[in-house]
């Protein structure tokens, strides 16, 4: 019989990003199931890249948070289907990467049938700057500090800045 | 303020569970165990599954390795995060892919036995993974492009295939590789359409890359078996998409086709079946060194 708590997935909820501090795991949308069953708790989450290195930190992150809380054992699950996708970032989760400079990612364009296109010229979305919140801004990089951010620049304010790219 | 916590090292050696030590090499995907333990599908031979995914693996790992060998040599800082973040997209498809086929073939071995203590005939990468670019960034870009543009129309294919830890891959791998491609493409314009001196550049180093074409577009015996069951994806049907996208790009960057003959097999034999240019050797010398003085490490 497996049910739902609320109290073990409150504390799962509550862990931050290794790399992105100002977000919890709820906040990011990796979090895909917990449920407690009478011999512990399983988590299953979802990485945001392949190869992302934090997944091990998150990992470790949920196990040291259910056990302050009370709970053991517990197994941490990674699954890759679906695949994460910046929509599973909450609302909540949008503005808080705003306040940290972080220029939120826009919604991922959904797949077309067929070969998937080769974008020669950069994409012609607006990405608001954090700073000054003007639309006026550049793409410097589309491999940020971690692998889930590109880097831009404000030709209105100058401040470089970084942006959750849509994946 | 303690001791301890003042050194950097002692602080972060704190937080490491002693039952939980770090494998120094990989992490293993145990946890994984759900979505890696996935029945073999209907019609498709364990053995050629797991050699299928040593292929898809390899290519990612080998790959990756060489890309890495920018870290510090790239001409601006942003384009050696940007190779290394490509790199690590690739070594985490190969990790899931070494470990799929690490469990399908039964016979104990993990991600890291696989990467780690392989020898060069027991790789089936493609022979376009091997080589190093001697750092000539537009060697590079070149690689990047012929092996994102190929990549990203096979994993495009993959993500219905039968097997569903190939599938989910696969699913992942696209959003990525999409950006990988974006990437080359973009450089290749800015150097091919760019000074007297860039655009010559490019043009040999596309000249360098062409003769591994042919490969990716040549159907081994289990693929072809593997096709049948729904599982695998046939190069060979990848050829018009990836020359088509190539195109696109060589003709906005005012670079010309190579008009250079595929490398040639050996009786037949390529990378799929183990047969390898010595560059690979090269390769695994330094990717294998550190787990091979310390196996078993952990931190």
Known sequence: MVTLSLGARDAVARVVDPEMPMLTLDDLGVIRSVSEQDDGVTVTITPTYSGCPAIEEMRADITRALADAGYGPIEVRTVFSPAWSTDWISESGRRKLADAGVAPPGRATPRAAGPIPLTLDPPATVVRCPQCGSPATEELSRFGPTACTALRRCTACREPFEHMKEI | ?299
């Open chain 2, 1 to 299: 303020m303690s001791a301890d916590e003042d050194n950097a090292y002692q602080a972060l050696a704190g937080t490491i569970d002693q039952d939980d030590p770090r494998w120094a090499f990989g992490s293993g995907f145990e946890d994984m165990e759900a979505d890696l333990t996935a029945a073999v599908p209907d019609g498709a031979d364990p053995a050629e599954l797991a050699e299928y995914c040593l292929m898809l693996g390899d290519d990612a790992l080998v790959y990756s390795h060489r890309l890495t060998e920018w870290v510090s040599h790239a001409p601006e800082l942003e384009e050696e995060v940007a190779l290394a973040n490509i790199a690590l997209d690739l070594l985490g498809q190969a990790r899931v892919l070494l470990a799929r086929a690490g469990h399908v073939e039964g016979k104990d071995r993990d991600e890291d036995d696989l990467a780690y203590w392989r020898e060069v005939p027991a790789f089936r990468n493609v022979a376009l993974a091997e080589p190093s670019d001697d750092l000539d960034f537009a060697r590079a870009i070149a690689r990047l492009l012929v092996f994102s543009t190929w990549r990203l129309a096979l994993l495009h294919r993959l993500q219905d295939s039968a097997d569903p830890v190939l599938a989910a891959v696969a699913a992942k791998g696209v959003k990525e590789v999409t950006y990988h491609r974006d990437h080359a493409a973009r450089w290749t314009l800015r150097l091919g359409d760019g000074t007297a001196e860039s655009h010559g550049r490019m043009q040999d180093a596309l000249e360098w890359v062409w003769p591994f074409l042919g490969e990716l577009f040549r159907t081994s015996d289990p693929e072809r078996r593997l096709v049948a069951a729904g599982v695998a994806v046939d190069p060979a049907g990848l050829h018009d998409e990836v020359h088509e996208v190539i195109g696109q790009v060589l003709a906005r960057a005012t670079l010309t086709r190579p008009d250079i003959p595929e490398m040639g097999t050996i009786g037949g034999l390529g990378g799929r079946q183990g047969v390898h240019t010595e560059k690979l050797e090269h390769a695994l010398d330094a990717m294998q060194s550190l787990a091979r003085k310390h196996p078993g490490a952990s931190w």
